[in-house]
């Protein structure tokens, strides 16, 4: 397996967590600070803050979103006004540990289904999300155009 190092960094960040999956995230920054809580679907108490696959969730469809935006800049396609993208994103144990699958939702009301798939496809391609979790996890896509 090829490791996908990027030629240069354009951006970087850190965050520091304390307190694991019930403690804190912030960012180095200070434009991100969350508190953590276990779901009570892992064992949690479902307190009150998020949790780690929400924010992966969030930042996944996200930077997915932004994908799609850059090809249809480039390409001249129009995006409708409702232009949406949810990303659920599951946990559960795999042998010797956990892992996480992805249900993308996309809304691309009144687009050209063949267009939209195809964007979609591009996005998938080009998303260094999807170039980070590629092969490693399930990946569903319901287009909706």
Same mark, same amino acid.
């Given at each position: ?25 912030? @960012? ?8 953590? /809580?276990?779901?009570?679907? !892992? =064992?949690?108490?479902? #307190? ?27 390409? @001249? ?8 993208? /949810?990303?659920?994103?599951? !946990? =559960?144990?795999?042998? #010797? ?49």
């Amino acid at each position: 397996m090829s490791l996908k190092t990027p030629s240069k960094i354009n951006y970087s960040t850190t965050v520091t967590s304390t307190g694991g999956r019930a403690g804190k995230a912030k @960012s180095d920054d200070n434009a991100l600070e969350v508190e953590l /809580s276990v779901p009570k679907a !892992i =064992g949690g108490d479902g #307190g009150p803050g998020t949790n780690p696959e929400q924010l992966f969730a969030a930042g996944y469809s996200a930077c997915f979103m932004g994908a799609m935006q850059y090809f249809a800049e480039n390409e @001249s396609i129009e995006l409708p006004e409702d232009f949406s993208v /949810s990303a659920t994103v599951g !946990i =559960g144990p795999v042998k #010797g540990g956990m892992a996480i699958t992805v249900k993308f939702d996309i809304q691309l009301t009144g687009m050209d289904q063949d267009q939209a798939n195809e964007l979609v496809e591009k996005a998938h391609g080009f998303c260094p999300y999807s170039n980070a979790t590629r092969d490693n996890i399930e990946i569903d896509f319901s287009i909706h155009a």
